[in-house]
């Protein structure tokens, strides 16, 4: 764990649900609770169900995701986070490049009670509009480094 910095309103603790390499299943949450578990607010920590979809990410390559997923598999990963690990929120990650809208439609239909984030390719009001067509929340990345006014106008767009 490289660290965790106090004073934000929620935590949240990523579970890769597509990977079968365990440190990022347990392994590195469990290192993590070691070393800071005393510290953590517990009244604001979740784990979250962390789903990366674009093979080139860093965050992909680094945990081994399984990242061509089919609607089903992309379901029953949904389903093994949400009703089995009973996490809050599913994030579906594809960094770096804009996703598939239908397969975050389906991710949408499939996850219940929870919250589905989405997060990739954001630049535009456009993209922000149509993956909050589908997710509650819309996470816009590096166009906030690039071009603030573009990531100022894809608020707007997603409570249009």
């Known amino acids: ?15 890769v649900l597509n990977t079968d390499r365990s440190e990022w299943i347990l392994g590195n949450q469990i290192e993590g609770l070691k070393e800071y578990g005393t ?7 979740a784990a ?10 860093t965050a992909a390559k680094l945990t081994g995701a399984k990242t061509e997923l089919e609607v089903d598999e ?5 389903r093994m986070g949400v009703q089995l690990m009973r996490v809050p929120l599913i994030y579906i990650e594809y960094s770096g490049r804009f996703g598939d809208m239908e397969l975050l439609r389906s ?6 009670s929870a919250r589905l984030f989405y997060g990739g390719g954001i630049d535009s009001a456009e993209k922000a509009r149509l993956a909050g067509e589908h997710a509650h929340t819309v996470v816009v990345g590096n166009i906030v480094y690039s071009d603030l006014a573009a990531a100022l106008s894809t608020v707007a767009a997603v409570y249009k």
């Open 1 to 15: 764990m490289d660290g965790a910095v106090p004073g934000f309103d929620g935590y949240f603790v990523p579970i």
């Open 39 to 45: 510290f953590v607010p517990w009244e604001e920590t």
């Open 48 to 57: 979250q169900g962390y789903i990366i979809l674009n093979e080139n990410a």
């Open 74 to 78: 992309l379901i029953a990963h949904i």
């Open 107 to 112: 991710a949408r239909r499939a996850i219940g």
